[in-house]
């Protein structure tokens, strides 16, 4: 079975510019999460979707952050603009049943 | 609110058994768990145990839920080189999880 896929896998951008992330989670997985993982730090939750339902997108900074999951499946992940605390790994994890996360190998960001 | 803390390091010699500590505040969590981050790669969900339960054992992992003082920790029998990663210790309840941040194990062979 494949696991969660996203892509890129690393990201340099100077700041003010868009960027975008894309995750494919496990099929059959309704659940997917976006994490902001600083370095030393664990994951924090950016948003969590129910299907293309965002239903806790509290810790999500709208001002310059958004996300989708059309039709329940893949998501995207959007800064625009970039700002250099930023910098940071961007993971995106799918679940079956609420208890059980599955994480995709994350999305390295870098704002010059 | 939930916080979750653990030690920054531990270093054990290849052979020996590590024990990972871990203290959470949210007495409401449903689960605790324990995960696996190698370099480079995501997180990789290790076990985890219902907050009932006072112990699970995993062929080389066992978990240890001290519930009244809110400490949880993760102990690798006969430590190999290859587990050497950061381990994340995590409470939650039905889709909402908050992590610590981190305990970097280091085996020296």
């Known amino acids: 079975e494949a696991g969660v896929v996203q892509s890129p896998r690393y990201k340099i951008i100077e700041k003010k510019q868009p960027v975008a992330f894309w995750c494919n989670p496990i099929s059959g997985h309704n659940t997917l999460y976006w994490y902001l993982q600083n370095l030393g730090q664990g994951p924090e939750l950016l948003i969590r979707y129910e299907n293309e339902e965002a239903v806790d997108d509290s810790q999500l900074p709208k001002d310059r952050f958004s996300a989708e999951r059309l039709k329940g499946v893949d998501s995207t992940l959007k800064i625009q603009p970039a700002e250099l605390g930023d910098s940071a790994v961007y993971l995106c994890?799918?679940?079956?049943?609420?208890?059980?996360?599955?994480f995709g190998p994350g999305t390295r960001l870098t704002v010059l | 609110g939930e916080d979750v803390e653990q030690s920054l390091f531990l270093s054990v010699r290849e052979g020996d058994s590590s024990v990972i500590n871990c203290t959470y505040t949210?007495?409401?969590?449903?689960?605790l768990y324990w995960y696996k981050q190698e370099p480079g790669a995501g997180l990789q969900l290790l076990t985890y145990?219902?907050?009932?339960?006072d112990m699970k054992q995993d062929q080389r992992l066992t978990v240890l839920l001290n519930k009244k003082d809110k400490h949880l920790s993760l102990r690798i029998a006969d430590t190999q080189t290859g587990d050497s990663a950061i381990y994340f210790c995590a409470e939650g309840g039905y889709q909402k999880v908050t992590f610590g941040t981190g305990t970097k194990l280091q085996v020296i062979p």
């Open positions: 145990i219902f907050s009932n339960m």
């Open positions: 949210d007495s409401s969590s449903t689960y």
């Open positions: 994890a799918s679940s079956l049943d609420g208890i059980e996360q599955f």
